[in-house]
Nanobody
């Protein structure tokens, strides 16, 4: 089994910054990608950013230039640096790991941006 432990969420004013972390452990076979998704109330879960094994990254258009995803391969940890936060970034953020086609999810961490 694979476990994902997230940390770093919280309450911040608009324009502020937060850094999310997600550490993966357990019976990991081969990480294809790690990433972050978010779900706001009454909305579907959406992709925020991903980083694949080779290091390439992909971002949702609304966070480009503000969020940066990075990964520490030795620690199986992924980070999401979020700058210039906006109220519309408020959501529960979930870490995702793609382990050769099997997807695992963290428990979610709340990010609230006040105006």
């Amino acid at each position: 089994q694979v476990q994902l432990v997230e940390s770093g969420g919280g309450l911040v004013q608009a324009g502020g910054s937060l850094r999310l972390s997600c550490a993966a452990s357990g019976s990991i076979v081969g990480i294809v990608s790690m990433g972050w998704y978010r779900q706001a109330p009454e909305k579907q879960r959406e992709l925020v950013a991903t980083v694949i094994f080779g290091g390439a990254t992909h971002y949702q258009d609304s966070v480009k230039g503000r969020f940066t995803i990075s990964r520490d391969n030795a620690k199986n940890t992924v980070y999401l640096q979020m700058n210039s936060l906006k109220p519309e970034d408020t959501a529960v953020y979930y870490c995702n790991l793609n382990d050769i086609g099997r997807h695992y999810w963290g428990q979610g961490t709340q990010v609230t941006v006040s105006s």
